[in-house]
């Protein structure tokens, strides 16, 4: 079955580490998004990126970098230059940037700080 | 800018009422409206979307109409059933933008006791 998978589902970072969550998509889709969500809020987008070699910084990048060396891959780093890490990240994937697209999203992961 | 507001949550409902989630949403141009779901633990979901005014989505017995006049498009369901529960988005996207630039609401969360 086609779909995203982000692993691993629960992270957990010391601090002054920066750690690396994996999202890879089987969709053949040539857009994918990082978004954050803490608890009672909705998503805020962290990074995009419409094709392979090229993304943008979303409303939140400040902390975080990305990479899209391939199309299946988007791997979010979150750096030491985050000081609250902690939420719930989730990655999502559309076949089209094209503004009525629906997204396609990962079953998430979980940070935590030690 | 864009802003979408969802009706506070928590939501609790016996098996078999009636739902309606409020959403409204300030936009600039012609957004397309979306309804995600989000079970615990898990990422979104697309429920129903509509693209253009009165359009009407609907998907497993829930049904929302894209109303222009009152910048509104809540979310319905005649009959809640116990696998129902879970957090509901309302998003809108902006003709102009990408698909993953979608602006969220703070999501609802419906609880179905049996």
């Known amino acids: 079955d086609g779909g995203i998978t982000q692993s691993p589902k629960y992270l957990f970072r010391k601090e002054g580490q920066n750690v690396t969550l994996s999202c890879e998509q089987n969709?053949?889709?040539?857009?994918m998004y990082w978004y954050r969500q803490d608890p009672g809020q909705g998503l805020r987008l962290i990074y995009y990126?419409?094709?392979?070699?090229?993304?943008q910084k979303g409303d939140i990048a400040e902390g975080y970098s990305v990479s899209r060396e391939k199309k299946e891959s988007f791997p979010l780093t979150v750096t030491s230059a985050q000081k609250n890490p902690t939420a719930f990240y989730l990655c999502?994937?559309?076949?089209?940037?094209?503004?009525?697209?629906?997204?396609?999203f990962g079953s998430g992961t979980q940070l935590s700080v030690l | 800018g864009d802003s979408v507001t969802q009706m506070e949550g928590p939501v609790t409902l016996s098996e078999e009422a009636f739902l309606t989630i409020n959403c409204t949403y300030t936009?600039?141009?012609?957004?397309?409206l979306f309804w995600y779901v989000q079970y615990p633990g898990e990422g979104l979901q697309l429920l129903l979307k509509?693209?253009?005014?009165?359009d009407k989505g609907s998907n497993k017995g829930f049904e929302a109409t894209y109303r222009k006049e009152t910048t509104s498009f809540h979310l319905e369901k005649g009959s809640v059933q116990v696998s129902d529960s879970a957090v509901y988005f309302c998003?809108?996207?902006?003709?102009?933008?990408?698909?993953?630039?979608?602006?969220f609401g703070d999501g609802t969360t419906l609880t179905v006791k049996p």
């Open positions: 999502a994937s559309s076949s089209r940037s094209k503004s009525n697209e629906k997204l396609f």
């Open positions: 969709l053949n889709h040539d857009a």
């Open positions: 990126s419409q094709i392979v070699n090229d993304f």
């Open positions: 936009a600039t141009g012609y957004p397309s």
């Open positions: 509509a693209t253009k005014a009165d």
């Open positions: 998003a809108l996207s902006d003709r102009d933008t990408n698909a993953g630039k979608s602006t």
